[in-house]
């Protein structure tokens, strides 16, 4: 094996990671955040004051108030909204999203899972039955593991917490290992790491564990070592248009910038251009940095203005592409997360939301819905909320879909329902 560092990987291995913690209810993860801003020192004197101040009981910190911000979240001693936060090691930086661990706030974490590169799933130890074998998951830890993988999230971690408060903490890890392989097994994911901790303690957190039965690294050093997956930069160019504006100081000639950020691919000065839907076409006269100074070339990920060689009619919610790129669809399959209280029905028409553009579509079939105890699929008239299932959707016109694995930005759409304007859903492409 090639074990030769490119720049590219380099790169991957230390870019900033956006992870998010998930699981089930007090199951600790918002204080497993404060334990990682404590112990790297991620804190200001003012709020480690703070801190003391409002921390109930022994006096021991209450780390989970660094993230429950809401006045809701301190008096019910739950996580409703997802908090960020930001630190550094010196290997790198992090940005962490804390999602609720309620049902209730499902669609919470699935808005946390969007474009992060890391789920750290905490499963709460002592809230599992021990004497029984296999151990039994929770639901909400089955739930979110699967909601991560199936939004994209590339790695995924299983933290086993509050191993401080079993008897037999290396037996208790050892029962919960084997059932979090099980599980992954069935579920047709790989986790980048199964780590016990103790969030409360600090144990195995950011320093590592003294014993017997665990040589793995504390969650900190796994984290640090995690790949940053970058888009697909071989892939035929590809830009929704987020932003349309007129260049120049306002005197004489002043050329229409299309701005958005760039989902696949590398595009250069001279590139030939197709936009979607008008199916006109152009050439790149100039690509722009978002400060817009002018750019050798754009590539994935990054935001970008692309100025064309010829006045064309271009709108928020159109795509550009090489030529070929672009393939409209109004009939697709898709797997639908399903977040609202309003069953998902057959025949219901709502509108989606892809790219920068609104179309309405209308739910054609629902194929089966996910048990996500016995992880197979189940015939379903309807999606209740939290459910996963594999649906068909028609639209009023046509959208240029790519798969959801090669492409979060073209292969992702938000369902949003019509009359309450809630967000329903969301819609990965198969």
């Given at each position: 094996?090639?074990?030769?560092i490119?720049?590219?990987?380099?790169a991957?291995?230390?870019?900033a990671?956006?992870?998010?913690?998930?699981?089930?209810?007090?199951?600790?993860?918002?204080t497993?955040i404060?334990?990682?801003?404590y112990?790297?020192?991620?804190l200001?004197?003012?709020?480690?004051?703070a801190?003391?101040r409002?921390s109930?009981g022994s006096?021991a910190?209450?780390?989970s108030?660094l993230?429950?911000g809401?006045?809701?979240?301190?008096?019910?001693g739950?996580?409703?909204?997802?908090?960020?936060?930001y630190f550094?090691?010196?290997?790198?930086?992090?940005?962490?999203?804390?999602?609720?661990?309620?049902?209730?706030?499902?669609?919470?974490?699935v808005?946390?899972?969007?474009?992060?590169?890391?789920a750290?799933?905490l499963?709460?130890?002592?809230?599992?039955?021990l004497?029984?074998?296999?151990?039994?998951?929770?639901?909400?830890?089955?739930?979110?593991?699967l909601?991560?993988?199936?939004?994209?999230?590339?790695?995924l971690?299983?933290?086993?917490?509050?191993?401080d408060?079993?008897?037999?903490?290396?037996a208790?890890?050892a029962?919960?290992?084997?059932?979090?392989e099980?599980?992954?097994?069935?579920?047709?994911?790989e986790?980048?790491?199964?780590?016990?901790?103790s969030?409360?303690r600090g144990?195995?957190?950011?320093?590592p564990?003294?014993?017997?039965?665990?040589?793995?690294p504390?969650?900190?050093?796994l984290?640090?070592?995690?790949?940053?997956?970058?888009?697909?930069?071989d892939?035929?160019w590809?830009?929704p248009v987020?932003?349309?504006?007129r260049?120049?100081?306002g005197?004489?000639?002043?050329?229409?910038?299309?701005?958005?950020?760039l989902?696949?691919?590398?595009?250069r000065?001279?590139?030939?251009?197709?936009?979607?839907?008008?199916?006109?076409t152009a050439?790149?006269?100039?690509?722009?940095h978002h400060?817009g100074?002018?750019?050798?070339?754009g590539?994935?990920g990054?935001s970008?203005?692309?100025?064309?060689?010829?006045?064309?009619?271009?709108?928020?919610?159109?795509?550009?592409?090489?030529?070929?790129a672009?393939?409209?669809?109004r009939?697709?399959?898709?797997?639908l997360?399903?977040?609202?209280?309003?069953p998902a029905l057959?025949?219901?028409?709502?509108?989606?939301?892809?790219?920068?553009?609104?179309?309405?579509?209308?739910?054609?079939?629902i194929?089966?819905?996910?048990?996500?105890?016995?992880?197979e699929p189940v015939?379903?008239?309807?999606?209740?909320?939290?459910?996963?299932g594999r649906v068909?959707v028609?639209?009023?016109?046509?959208?240029?879909?790519t798969?959801?694995?090669?492409?979060?930005?073209?292969?992702?759409?938000?369902v949003?329902d019509?009359?309450?304007?809630?967000?329903s859903?969301?819609?990965l492409?198969?």
């Amino acid at each position: 094996m090639n074990d030769t560092i490119t720049p590219q990987r380099a790169a991957a291995r230390h870019a900033a990671l956006r992870f998010l913690t998930a699981g089930s209810v007090d199951d600790g993860k918002s204080t497993l955040i404060g334990r990682l801003l404590y112990d790297s020192r991620a804190l200001l004197t003012d709020q480690v004051e703070a801190l003391r101040r409002h921390s109930r009981g022994s006096g021991a910190l209450d780390l989970s108030l660094l993230t429950d911000g809401l006045e809701a979240e301190r008096e019910q001693g739950i996580t409703i909204d997802v908090a960020y936060r930001y630190f550094a090691t010196p290997r790198r930086k992090f940005i962490i999203a804390d999602a609720p661990g309620h049902e209730q706030y499902t669609r919470n974490m699935v808005t946390a899972a969007a474009g992060s590169h890391a789920a750290v799933v905490l499963v709460d130890v002592t809230k599992l039955d021990l004497s029984r074998r296999p151990v039994t998951l929770l639901p909400q830890t089955r739930r979110h593991a699967l909601l991560a993988h199936r939004l994209g999230v590339p790695h995924l971690v299983f933290a086993v917490n509050k191993i401080d408060a079993v008897p037999d903490a290396g037996a208790a890890y050892a029962a919960v290992r084997q059932a979090l392989e099980a599980f992954a097994r069935r579920a047709g994911l790989e986790p980048a790491g199964i780590v016990p901790v103790s969030a409360l303690r600090g144990d195995n957190v950011t320093a590592p564990l003294d014993a017997d039965w665990y040589d793995g690294p504390p969650l900190l050093a796994l984290l640090e070592s995690l790949p940053v997956l970058q888009p697909d930069g071989d892939a035929p160019w590809r830009l929704p248009v987020q932003w349309v504006a007129r260049g120049g100081d306002g005197t004489g000639h002043q050329p229409r910038i299309c701005w958005g950020r760039l989902a696949t691919g590398t595009v250069r000065p001279g590139d030939a251009v197709a936009i979607f839907p008008s199916g006109e076409t152009a050439r790149v006269a100039q690509v722009l940095h978002h400060a817009g100074q002018p750019l050798a070339a754009g590539d994935a990920g990054q935001s970008v203005g692309l100025v064309l060689d010829r006045a064309i009619d271009v709108s928020r919610g159109d795509w550009l592409a090489a030529p070929g790129a672009l393939e409209g669809r109004r009939r697709f399959a898709a797997t639908l997360a399903w977040l609202d209280p309003e069953p998902a029905l057959v025949g219901r028409r709502y509108w989606l939301r892809h790219g920068h553009r609104w179309v309405q579509g209308r739910l054609v079939a629902i194929e089966h819905r996910l048990d996500i105890d016995t992880l197979e699929p189940v015939e379903a008239q309807h999606l209740g909320v939290n459910d996963l299932g594999r649906v068909v959707v028609e639209t009023a016109e046509p959208l240029p879909l790519t798969a959801f694995s090669g492409s979060t930005e073209g292969g992702a759409l938000i369902v949003v329902d019509p009359a309450t304007h809630r967000t329903s859903g969301a819609l990965l492409v198969d």
